[in-house]
């Protein structure tokens, strides 16, 4: 089973700007996490999407949206992209929500300059 | 809110010593914990999972405890490998499904 694929895996953008990130979950799982890590900081929690429904939400302003499509592939949308938005960020799929694995990506490395 | 605190956030022990991690959580009603090991410029990955209902869990040289009544759980490393070396996160999932994170430990195998 492949695992999870996000796309793409290193962006360089200027402040100001928008960025969207893409995440391909495991097939058949239908929750997908998105996280911000930074250097030395843990996983900060961007919000959650199950069956294309927002279940969750972390404390990020709202330039940081995402949605999730009816294949379970989710996307991240940032816009008025700022120095602090600088980070790696992940998206993790599971079965479902609760008490499931979760399986992370590889990460998109996004530098705002 | 609610949150998970974890410690220490830097742990050194020479090889083959024990290594232990604390997590402490809010949410009376979380009833599942996991353990995530992230290895440097890897992605993290689920290494041990406890549920409310147990009490210790063990899994060769990882075992992880859990004391609902004071509301916190342990990560047990034995025997510590230099592959051991990485950042662990624990985490607590709430009521309404949400995992809350901690802030992980940086976890330094001597040589």
């Known amino acids: 089973k492949a695992g999870v694929t996000q796309t793409p895996r290193y962006l360089i953008k200027t402040r100001g700007q928008q960025v969207t990130l893409s995440c391909s979950p495991i097939?058949?799982?239908?929750?997908v996490s998105w996280y911000q890590q930074t250097p030395g900081q843990g996983l900060q929690f961007l919000f959650e999407?199950?069956?294309?429904?927002?279940?969750n939400k972390g404390n990020f302003p709202g330039r940081f949206s995402g949605r999730q499509f009816s294949n379970s592939r989710s996307e991240m949308n940032v816009s008025t992209l700022e120095l602090g938005d600088s980070a790696l960020y992940l998206c993790a799929s599971s079965l479902g929500v609760g008490d499931n694995e979760q399986f992370f990506g590889p990460g998109t490395r996004l530098t705002v300059l | 809110g609610e949150n998970v605190e974890q410690h220490p956030s830097t742990l050194s022990v020479q090889e083959g010593d024990s290594a232990v991690i604390k997590c402490t959580y809010s949410d009376s009603a979380s009833n599942y914990f996991p353990w995530y090991k992230q290895e440097l410029g890897k992605r993290p990955q689920l290494i041990i999972d406890i549920r409310s209902n147990v009490g210790e869990k063990k899994d060769q040289r990882i075992a992880v405890t859990l004391n609902k009544t004071a509301k916190h759980f342990s990560l047990h490393i034995t025997e510590t490998q230099p592959e051991d070396s990485a950042v662990y996160f624990c985490?607590?999932?709430?009521?309404?499904?949400?995992?809350?994170w901690g802030a992980g430990t940086k976890l330094i195998i001597k040589p």
């Open positions: 097939s058949g799982h239908r929750s």
């Open positions: 985490a607590a999932l709430r009521s309404n499904y949400q995992l809350i």
């Open positions: 999407y199950f069956s294309e429904t927002q279940r």
